[in-house]
């Protein structure tokens, strides 16, 4: 390859001339001194007339000291390169400026090399007006989903009251029997009190009965009235032996008519998780109201609980009712879907199970054998302060989707 010192002044035209980009040399008197063709057809400036005159012949007054302030900054070594984007009739230029000097260091003059990126301007704004089009339609799209999102969850909700109402009904006359008892027990009390007034022994001995049958009273209705009325779905942490046991405690009246008995097995430390406790309550409403109707006269329901590998608390409902078959075991958590005798169930029980579940990120799986009876097995994460926080920015990047 040939010297570049052996290159003359023609072949440095010749290549300067070639390139597509603008290339004009201005000395240090503020001349221009060099303009290739790129150069001509882009600034609008020809060689022969403009070289030798001064640069700001290309500029208008108005920005006539603008462009003596940057030449001065040049001169005096304030700026020894330089990059600007302007605007000239209609087309976008990308200017780089470059000081020129001589082997001693001395200033010699500034090469400007000018590029026409008007179509990578435009460009560039069709991509920022397609992204801005594009974000709008995904906000517009996220508050869609979140609304449906909304909808959703707000018909989750209904249900559940709803499925709450139907196992309400299905124990009220147990709930009825369970009230009647201390009823008349209460009005023996007062019969007794009131059938002789003076005799304090008498109604010392018998009012505080009453206020106990009261008490009893009391007691229950409020769990109901408790179990019946809408909740937040604020989750929190929850030993889930706690539910379980309101769960029995709401049940137990119904269970009494068949004679079905429930055997705990529950892990000998408390198991905590985190989660909505009403939601998960009427969870195991559902599960021991199926365990009873699957059931003719007596029986039992066990339900276990353990930690499995300190990271889920496993839950199991199993019962010794008539079962399920094989072909209807993959329907079992599909809505409206019920092995019941007509109006009795809903057929939702196991469906809202199911999403309760996963909305705790658990699993539930369903075993059967006809027969021999059902077993439900639960699993969900082992609550502890460690991912608690994990759990809480999961919600929220859930509630931004």
Same mark, same amino acid.
């Given at each position: 390859m040939p010297d570049s010192k052996f290159l003359d002044k023609r072949n440095?035209?010749?290549?300067?001339?070639?390139?597509?980009?603008?290339?004009?040399?201005?000395?240090?008197?503020?001349? *221009?001194?060099?303009?290739?063709?790129?150069?001509?057809?882009?600034?609008?400036?020809? @060689?022969?007339? !403009?070289?030798?005159t001064s640069i700001l012949q290309c500029h208008s007054e108005r920005i006539h000291g603008k462009v003596l302030d940057d030449l001065k900054?040049?001169?005096?070594?304030?700026?020894?390169? !330089?990059?600007?984007? #302007?605007?000239?009739?209609? !087309?976008? *230029?990308?200017?780089?400026? @470059?000081?020129?000097? &001589?082997?001693?260091?001395?200033?010699?003059? /500034? /090469?400007?090399? @000018?590029?026409?990126?008007?179509?990578?301007?435009?460009?560039?704004?069709?991509?920022?007006?397609?992204?801005?089009?594009?974000?709008?339609?995904?906000?517009?799209r996220t508050i869609e989903i979140k609304t449906a999102y909304e909808k959703l969850k707000m018909a989750q909700r209904?249900?559940?009251?709803?499925?709450?109402?139907?196992? #309400?009904?299905?124990?009220? @006359?147990? /709930?009825?029997?369970?009230?009647?008892?201390? =009823?008349?027990?209460?009005?023996?009390?007062?019969?007794?009190?009131?059938? &002789?007034?003076?005799?304090?022994?008498?109604?010392?001995?018998?009012?505080?009965?009453?206020?106990?049958? =009261?008490?009893?009273?009391?007691?229950?209705? !409020?769990?109901?009235?408790?179990?019946?009325?809408?909740?937040s779905d604020e989750k929190v942490k929850v030993n889930i032996h706690d539910v379980i046991d309101d769960a029995i405690e709401l049940t137990k009246f119904k269970l009494k008519k068949k004679g079905v008995a429930i055997q705990k097995r529950y892990n000998h430390e408390p198991l905590f998780i985190y989660g909505e406790t009403h939601y998960l309550s009427q969870v195991f409403v559902n599960l021991i109201l199926n365990s009873f109707d699957a059931m003719e006269q007596e029986g039992f329901i066990t339900i276990e609980t353990y930690l499995e590998n300190n990271k889920n608390v496993k839950i +199991?409902?199993?019962?010794?009712?008539?079962?399920?078959?094989?072909? &209807?075991?993959?329907?079992? *958590?599909?809505?409206?879907?019920?092995?019941?005798?007509?109006?009795?169930?809903?057929?939702?029980?196991?469906?809202?199970?199911? +999403?309760? #579940?996963?909305?705790?990120a658990g699993k539930i799986e369903f075993n059967s054998k006809l027969d021999e009876g059902s077993e439900i097995t639960i699993m969900l994460p082992f609550f502890n302060e460690e991912n608690l926080i994990v759990k809480q920015e999961t919600e929220s990047l859930e509630l931004e989707k």
């Open positions: 440095l035209v010749d290549i300067l001339d070639s390139l597509e980009v603008g290339v004009v040399y201005v000395d240090h008197e503020n001349r *221009f001194a060099f303009v290739n063709s790129a150069g001509e057809e882009i600034r609008g400036i020809c @060689s022969e007339e !403009r070289l030798g900054a040049f001169h005096s070594g304030e700026y020894a390169t !330089r990059h600007k984007m #302007i605007k000239s009739k209609g !087309r976008y *230029f990308d200017n780089n400026y @470059s000081v020129v000097k &001589d082997d001693e260091g001395n200033f010699k003059g /500034v /090469v400007l090399v @000018s590029q026409d990126v008007t179509e990578k301007v435009e460009l560039e704004k069709e991509l920022k007006k397609a992204n801005e089009e594009l974000e709008k339609k995904i906000k517009e209904q249900l559940m009251q709803s499925e709450k109402m139907a196992a #309400i009904g299905q124990f009220v @006359s147990g /709930v009825a029997h369970e009230i009647n008892n201390p =009823l008349d027990g209460i009005q023996n009390c007062i019969r007794m009190v009131l059938g &002789d007034l003076d005799n304090k022994q008498q109604a010392e001995e018998y009012l505080p009965l009453a206020m106990e049958g =009261l008490f009893k009273i009391e007691v229950l209705v !409020r769990r109901l009235l408790d179990y019946a009325k809408p909740h +199991n409902v199993k019962d010794n009712g008539v079962g399920v078959s094989e072909k &209807d075991q993959a329907k079992v *958590f599909n809505p409206f879907f019920t092995t019941k005798q007509k109006n009795n169930g809903t057929g939702l029980g196991l469906y809202l199970a199911y +999403n309760v #579940i996963s909305e705790h």
